[in-house]
């Protein structure tokens, strides 16, 4: 009997070891990849042609800056009809509603297929520019209704809610809701909330129609509000009673609107930021008052605030120390500084440190990050009262333009800055790159507010505008 060399035999075993497996895990993998690839793995092998069509359907028209170059508005329906079903996601961004006259028409015959029962992630956004300023926003379409009892995501944007409209959607296990640049009044806005009886996060943009927003929710765990254009903007935001909240979110460096922030009863409560550079929104915990990055009154402390982000126009010791007054428990300290030129107006210096405060005060930072680090005196001295007097340092990154990324000129920074007498023997010090502003702020300001798997918000600082 003939034998197959060992060599050949192993080859020839080997040869797609991915379709051995179970449909189940094929299926899985299939359901995961961007829309166009997952369509084309039909052509892989000829087991492979039935499990696209079997596989939970995810169209996420959004996922890669250059998808709609790939899929145009007319694929749309062919894929849908195409598919057996059931829905996993549909995402679909405003670009693909450009000039059209009837959006919600267009969305509500796509919502409708079988290829999306039991969807469990929607996104949508109207275009807002091919409508007048005087004309309302189309309401989002109704056959959202039918997938109430299975969507865990939903993110609503360029559309309006009628009165009494939102109070008519129960989303019993709705985790995650956006809306924005909606019009919405606040009637139907705690309609809305109070029929999302296990929702955890929530992101809002200050134009949403209504000026006063009340907060009571027994399960969210984590609130962000995003600066947009629109002329009726949210005067008062209040987080009147909320037991589970960890996080609450400025998205932006500027906020154009005197908003007011009021948190009465948030006892959870660890991470806060970006707090702007102007003195907007007025921030208040009781009697403690912060305006943008300011401590206007420090008469209470916050004991839970673990996480911090701030925004400077110039780096300044003494604003940093007051809020280090207000939350004594801070951990993570972020600091992005919006001038990109050497010169300042602060210098930081040691003899206009408060010696009572240091010689009395417990820092327990862990970890520092400053952005736009620039190496000159007021940096310096800002970064090494921390390498002098944080005892339980662990991190400290200085992002720095690529210009200064160079081995002598960090040798000069580290001597400088006293890092061979730091009082945390085992922190560490980093120089790195301050990288380039990404594509998609949206995206990352919706995964900062939504994704609750990391403790920290702002482990991607840098890359906030």
């Given at each position: 009997?003939?034998?197959?060399?060992?060599?050949k035999?192993?080859?020839?075993?080997?040869?797609?070891?991915?379709?051995?497996?179970?449909?189940?895990?094929?299926?899985?993998?299939?359901?995961?990849?961007?829309?166009?690839?997952?369509?084309?793995t039909?052509?892989?092998?000829?087991?492979?042609?039935?499990?696209?069509?079997?596989?939970?359907?995810?169209?996420?028209?959004d996922?890669?800056p250059?998808?709609?170059?790939?899929?145009?508005s007319?694929?749309?329906?062919?894929?849908?009809?195409?598919?057996?079903?059931?829905?996993r996601?549909?995402?679909?961004?405003?670009?693909?509603?450009?000039?059209?006259?009837?959006?919600?028409?267009?969305?509500?015959?796509?919502?409708?297929?079988?290829?999306?029962?039991?969807?469990?992630?929607?996104e949508?956004?109207?275009?807002?520019?091919?409508?007048?300023?005087?004309?309302?926003?189309?309401?989002?379409?109704?056959?959202?209704?039918?997938?109430?009892?299975?969507?865990?995501?939903?993110?609503?944007?360029g559309?309006?809610?009628?009165?009494?409209?939102?109070?008519?959607?129960?989303?019993?296990?709705?985790?995650?809701l956006?809306?924005?640049?909606?019009?919405?009044?606040?009637?139907s806005?705690?309609?809305?909330?109070?029929?999302?009886?296990?929702?955890?996060?929530?992101?809002?943009?200050?134009?949403?129609?209504c000026?006063?927003?009340?907060?009571?929710?027994?399960?969210?765990?984590?609130?962000?509000?995003?600066?947009?254009?629109?002329?009726?903007?949210?005067?008062?935001?209040?987080?009147?009673?909320?037991?589970?909240?960890?996080?609450?979110?400025?998205?932006?460096?500027?906020?154009?609107?005197?908003?007011?922030?009021?948190?009465?009863?948030?006892?959870k409560?660890?991470?806060?930021?970006?707090?702007?550079?102007?003195?907007?929104?007025?921030?208040?915990?009781?009697?403690?008052?912060?305006?943008?990055?300011?401590?206007?009154?420090?008469?209470?402390v916050?004991?839970?605030?673990?996480?911090?982000?701030?925004?400077?126009?110039?780096?300044?010791?003494?604003?940093?120390?007051?809020?280090?007054?207000?939350?004594?428990?801070?951990?993570?300290?972020?600091?992005?500084?919006?001038?990109?030129?050497?010169?300042?107006?602060?210098?930081?210096?040691?003899?206009?440190?408060?010696?009572n405060?240091?010689?009395a005060?417990?820092i327990?930072?862990?970890?520092?990050?400053?952005?736009?680090?620039?190496?000159?005196?007021?940096?310096?001295?800002?970064?090494?009262?921390?390498?002098?007097y944080?005892?339980?340092?662990?991190?400290?990154?200085?992002?720095?333009?690529?210009?200064?990324?160079?081995?002598?000129?960090?040798?000069?920074?580290?001597?400088?800055?006293?890092?061979?007498?730091?009082?945390?023997?085992?922190?560490?010090?980093?120089?790195?790159?301050?990288?380039?502003?990404?594509?998609?702020?949206?995206?990352?300001?919706?995964?900062?507010?939504h994704?609750?798997?990391?403790?920290?918000?702002?482990?991607?600082?840098?890359?906030?505008?």
């Open positions: 009997m003939a034998t197959v060399p060992r060599g035999e192993s080859r020839r075993e080997g040869d797609d070891h991915i379709s051995r497996l179970p449909d189940a895990i094929l299926g899985e993998i299939i359901s995961r990849l961007p829309t166009k690839d997952g369509g084309r039909q052509a892989v092998a000829s087991r492979w042609r039935h499990l696209w069509r079997s596989v939970p359907l995810s169209i996420d028209l996922e890669d250059g998808a709609w170059r790939l899929i145009q007319g694929e749309i329906s062919g894929i849908l009809s195409s598919h057996h079903g059931p829905g996601r549909f995402s679909v961004p405003r670009r693909y509603f450009d000039g059209d006259a009837h959006p919600a028409a267009t969305l509500d015959g796509w919502l409708r297929s079988p290829a999306l029962d039991g969807l469990r992630e929607l949508f956004h109207y275009d807002l520019w091919c409508r007048s300023p005087t004309q309302p926003p189309p309401p989002p379409p109704t056959s959202v209704c039918r997938f109430s009892s299975t969507l865990h995501v939903v993110s609503f944007g559309c309006g809610f009628p009165d009494g409209n939102a109070g008519a959607l129960h989303l019993p296990l709705l985790e995650q956006s809306l924005l640049n909606v019009k919405i009044s606040e009637s806005l705690y309609a809305l909330l109070a029929g999302c009886p296990v929702l955890q996060s929530l992101m809002l943009t200050d134009s949403i129609g000026s006063a927003i009340r907060i009571v929710s027994r399960t969210i765990r984590s609130i962000g509000v995003r600066q947009s254009s629109g002329s009726f903007k949210i005067q008062r935001l209040v987080i009147q009673d909320a037991p589970c909240l960890e996080r609450l979110i400025l998205c932006g460096q500027h906020f154009y609107s005197e908003m007011i922030i009021s948190v009465i009863s948030a006892p409560l660890y991470a806060l930021g970006q707090l702007p550079v102007e003195g907007r929104p007025r921030l208040e915990f009781g009697a403690t008052v912060f305006l943008g990055s300011r401590v206007v009154n420090s008469t209470m916050v004991p839970n605030v673990k996480v911090l982000a701030l925004t400077y126009m110039d780096l300044s010791l003494d604003m940093v120390i007051e809020f280090m007054k207000c939350f004594p428990c801070l951990e993570n300290l972020y600091i992005k500084m919006t001038k990109y030129y050497i010169e300042s107006a602060e210098t930081n210096a040691c003899w206009n440190w408060d010696w405060f240091i010689s005060l417990d327990r930072i862990k970890k520092i990050v400053l952005t736009t680090y620039q190496g000159n005196m007021a940096h310096v001295n800002f970064a090494k009262f921390f390498v002098l944080a005892r339980v340092l662990q991190s400290m990154v200085l992002e720095v333009d690529v210009r200064n990324d160079n081995k002598a000129w960090i040798e000069r920074q580290q001597k400088m800055l006293h890092i061979e007498n730091r009082a945390s023997r085992g922190a560490r010090f980093d120089f790195v790159h301050h990288f380039a502003q990404p594509l998609s702020l949206e995206y990352l300001w919706s995964e900062q507010v994704d609750l798997s990391t403790g920290d918000p702002f482990v991607r600082f840098d890359r906030w505008a």
